[in-house]
């Protein structure tokens, strides 16, 4: 899918999304359970598009008397043409703050841009990383540069934004579409069962990788990633034949070996680069 970009000043432009290992998606270990290990998250962390922050000057923000404010010293990086005062955050609600990224993303027509938080807030645990609020844009038509909205920081707590850091993720769907949830037929519901249950007790039969924790955490395996592959490589059909026909305890046909993570390859940190 094509996007046209437009830039207002020297950003950075949005990028494939990926995991950082070791970074804010785990450790390079499977002693312990990582963020990376699952394979739900690892594809959903993964899609789409991530913008990065552009400014070379961290920046940080705060409360005061309850309302967010920013410091950062962006002078001698503001747009040559950027009206006096201006700054790229701004405080228009209670328990908000925006932020402009400079640039205008058009996407096809029937189409709407989808920016969701940045995977990497949900693994934080520090209060740092910022918590963009989801917004469905629909720059087909629209325009005008966008901004992002980011939940404000709780009381004590400071959010970071560093150069090259992605704040949120960027999704292209289509708009106006209808869901319709109906009950499943009895033959396919009872067939999805079964399979259920074949998976349920016999899951290692078809995992390719058991890892037990020596700290105390339940073992996994890797069945769902396993099952996956052969999905994406021998279709539906092959998955549904060996869940069917399967023989505890007899040599089950070889899987195919799931393909390297995003999150297993590592990734150098975006840490804010020295100024010489």
Not at 144 to 149: G, M, Q
Not at 226 to 242: F, P, W, Y
């Amino acid at each position: 899918m094509r996007l046209m970009m437009r830039k207002l000043h020297d950003v950075l432009e949005p990028r494939r999304a990926k995991l950082q290992v070791p970074g804010w998606s785990g450790e390079r270990t499977r002693d312990v359970p990582q963020p990376w290990h699952c394979k739900p998250f690892s594809d959903a962390a993964g899609y789409g598009l991530e913008l990065v922050f552009s400014w070379k000057t961290p920046c940080r923000v705060s409360l005061k008397r309850g309302r967010p404010v920013w410091s950062g010293d962006l002078e001698a990086e503001l747009p040559p043409d950027a009206p006096p005062g201006w700054r790229p955050f701004s405080v228009f609600s209670p328990g908000h703050f925006g932020f402009s990224p400079l640039m205008d993303l058009q996407v096809p027509d029937g189409m709407g841009l989808f920016v969701l938080p940045h995977p990497r807030c949900l693994m934080d645990t520090s209060g740092t990383a910022p918590v963009a609020i989801p917004g469905l844009l629909e720059t087909h038509w629209w325009p005008r540069p966008f901004f992002l909205v980011f939940k404000a920081p709780a009381a004590r707590k400071v959010i970071e934004f560093n150069y090259g850091d992605p704040i949120a993720q960027l999704l292209v769907v289509p708009l106006r579409e209808k869901y319709e949830v109906v009950q499943m037929d009895e033959k396919p519901a009872l067939l999805r069962n079964r399979r259920s249950v074949t998976l349920a007790k016999h899951g290692a039969e078809f995992s390719t990788r058991i890892t037990h924790s020596a700290d105390g955490y339940p073992s996994f395996d890797n069945k769902y990633k396993a099952l996956g592959e052969c999905a994406r490589t021998q279709g539906t059909e092959a998955v549904q034949a060996r869940l069917d026909n399967l023989k505890p305890g007899r040599r089950q046909p070889k899987a195919p070996e799931p393909k390297e993570s995003p999150g297993d390859r590592p990734r150098r940190s975006t840490a804010t680069p020295k100024r010489r």
